[in-house]
């Protein structure tokens, strides 16, 4: 039997607030899960009751086909690595590492061997016998790594490991995790604010709003397919739209946008979302012959260029709002446009995801 890790209907309140709220998931046994979401969503304390830290006020903790909510930490055999990597200063980088094999009465001789097997997989062993003081920030985190997968947990908890980072050591780290995760085999789950972490290194993304999970998919489905505007907005970059549905045109103040995926909506009071790379660049009025949808395209002032490598970042002014387009540095540079130019921009139909208002 498959050793999967199932939250069932959890909820957890601190006083008479919701932290979490009907909380449904499975976790498949050797999967790689990230929760994502702003501060205050809940992710958190979802990861401290899975650990053991906290007690859910409702609902069950079941692992391997176990309810496992009055298990104490210390029996579970999850592995967890902290935020602010939680090394004793006292100790040097073996005795860390060997910390928790010593409090489950290994002996000596094993300790030992293990101790050296992964400082040799987090590519730390020349430096044994340092302090964490003596360490860089990503060389502790690697210290905080090794001494949680140390007694073989069968899942590994990551609450924040990478937010103390540089942005450079974060990219480089979490490549290392999740290579270290995939050649173990063993069950993770992560927990970030970071979007572009979570969608690097995941299986599956369960986006978390206010105490509730919003959507849960893989990366790929997250950014393409966003299941509300909040996903949209929170997860990636998107330009939105509001107005009314009638068929299949949303009428906005400035605009007659015609759209293509309305979600089974028929008509009434709608947000449109349309990702950056998704709005083109026409050249000139005449699009005769072409496939373009005429009244799809507006004219707005070039107010912003960020160049951001591959891609070259546009701010837009339309009449009464501002549109972000990203588009290849070269094709940029080909087209010769700079910042105050009046540029016409193309919005195709099948760009957009529309959303009810509520």
Do not use: W
């Not at 990219?171 to 789950?189: C, D, F, N, P, Y």
């Amino acid at each position: 039997m498959a050793k999967n890790l199932q939250l069932k209907d959890i909820s957890k309140k601190f006083d008479n607030v919701f932290a979490v709220r009907d909380m449904n998931l499975e976790i498949r046994e050797g999967e790689f899960i990230t929760l994502l979401g702003p501060s205050g969503c809940g992710k958190t304390t979802t990861l401290r009751m899975i650990a053991g830290f906290e007690t859910p006020t409702s609902g069950e903790i079941i692992y391997g086909g176990k309810v496992i909510n009055d298990l104490i930490p210390q029996k579970r055999n999850f592995g967890i690595v902290f935020q602010s990597y939680a090394l004793f200063p006292h100790m040097r980088v073996s005795e860390n590492v060997a910390f928790g094999l010593k409090m489950h009465k290994y002996p000596k001789d094993k300790i030992e061997k293990r101790v050296d097997e992964l400082l040799d997989i987090v590519g730390l062993k020349e430096h044994k016998h340092k302090y964490p003081a003596e360490l860089s920030g990503g060389m502790q985190q690697r210290v905080a790594l090794a001494r949680a997968l140390a007694p073989s947990p069968e899942v590994l908890l990551l609450d924040e490991p990478l937010s103390a980072l540089d942005a450079k050591i974060r990219v480089k780290l979490r490549a290392e995790i999740k290579q270290l995760q995939v050649e173990l085999g063993i069950t993770t789950v992560y927990v970030t604010h970071d979007q572009e972490e979570a969608l690097s290194i995941s299986d599956r993304v369960v986006v978390m709003n206010h105490g509730i999970i919003e959507q849960i998919d893989e990366p790929v489905a997250i950014y393409k397919n966003p299941v509300s505007k909040y996903v949209a907005d929170f997860v990636g970059t998107s330009n939105f739209f509001t107005g009314e549905l009638e068929d299949g045109v949303i009428k906005g103040k400035d605009y007659n946008f015609r759209v293509a995926n309305v979600n089974g909506i028929s008509s009434g009071s709608v947000t449109a979302a349309i990702r950056p790379e998704k709005i083109e660049i026409v050249r000139g009025n005449d699009h005769s012959g072409s496939d373009i949808v005429k009244e799809n395209i507006l004219t707005g002032k070039l107010m912003v260029v960020v160049f951001l490598g591959l891609i070259v970042r546009l701010v837009v002014k339309l009449k009464n709002q501002e549109v972000i387009v990203d588009i290849l540095e070269k094709r940029f540079s080909d087209m010769g446009i700079k910042r105050g130019d009046d540029i016409n921009l193309y919005f195709p139909p099948e760009g957009f995801i529309v959303y009810k208002n509520s």
